[in-house]
Antibody, heavy 121, light 111 residues
Framework: QVQLVESGGGVVQPGRSLRLSCAASGFSFSTYVIHWVRQAPGKGLEWVAVISYDGSHKYYADSVWGRFTISRDSSKNTVFLQMNSLRAEDSAVYYC??????????????WGQGTLVTVSS | QSVLTQPPSASGTPGQRVTISCSGSSSNIGGNYVYWYQQLPGTAPKLLIYRNNQRPSGVPDRFSGSKSGTSASLAISGLRSEDEADYYCAAWDDRLTGHVLFGGGTKLTVL
């Protein structure tokens, strides 16, 4: 069955970096778009970034543009989210989710369990 | 404040029909598909409706979606206690840099 497992969360000081991983299994990884979505404690969902099936196209939310980088490694069936210059407002549970095979529309049919990132001094 | 506007809360009694609205603009809902997600307490979101009114396999037909102009709605009929959750609409936006939007979410309470 389709499975997405996030890892790499933790406590980090403001201004520092963190890299999240999303390990995928149970489907043809290299043919699907993958999204990152976050949820601050007690708040709603916020879309963060998306990467095309082959890694050639990427989009980011304005709130993370220039600080976060999404990438994928098909040899490891893994998507990464490199987060730099972290701010307190980046504190959230970060989910990765499988998207559509072709389009970047918010069709997210399988989600991971999430990994918690806390930015605090 | 989200570009897709949802009421923060909704409620109903078991067996009732409730609707949750999602209001946008011509650059998002008006010209693109709408998606709905259900998030039960302490769990990851789950895709409930895609392409305005399509249900993934396994989603009961008590859940239905519709779209008219720049607004969309999620309807839940035969309300059950296990439907108590947060519900989010989502859409692609042609004008935003990142393009993908979520609504602010609606907390549904089953009285």
């Amino acid at each position: 069955q389709v499975q997405l497992v996030e890892s790499g969360g933790g406590v980090v000081q403001p201004g520092r970096s963190l890299r999240l991983s999303c390990a995928a299994s149970g489907f043809s990884f290299s043919t699907y778009v993958i999204h990152w979505v976050r949820q601050a404690p007690g708040k709603g969902l916020e879309w963060v970034a998306v990467i095309s099936y082959d890694g050639s196209h990427k989009y980011y939310a304005d709130s993370v543009w220039g600080r976060f980088t999404i990438s994928r490694d098909s040899s490891k069936n893994t998507v990464f989210l490199q987060m730099n210059s972290l701010r307190a407002e980046d504190s959230a549970v970060y989910y990765c989710a499988r998207g559509d095979p072709t389009w970047f529309f918010p069709y997210l049919d399988n989600w991971g369990q999430g990994t918690l990132v806390t930015v605090s001094s | 404040q989200s570009v897709l506007t949802q009421p923060p809360s909704a409620s109903g009694t078991p067996g009732q029909r409730v609707t949750i609205s999602c209001s946008g603009s011509s650059s998002n809902i008006g010209g693109n598909y709408v998606y709905w997600y259900q998030q039960l307490p302490g769990t990851a979101p789950k895709l409930l409706i895609y392409r305005n009114n399509q249900r993934p396999s396994g989603v009961p037909d008590r859940f239905s979606g519709s779209k008219s102009g720049t607004s969309a709605s999620l309807a839940i009929s035969g309300l059950r206690s296990e439907d108590e959750a947060d519900y989010y609409c989502a859409a692609w936006d042609d004008r935003l840099t990142g393009h993908v939007l979520f609504g602010g979410g609606t907390k549904l309470t089953v009285l």
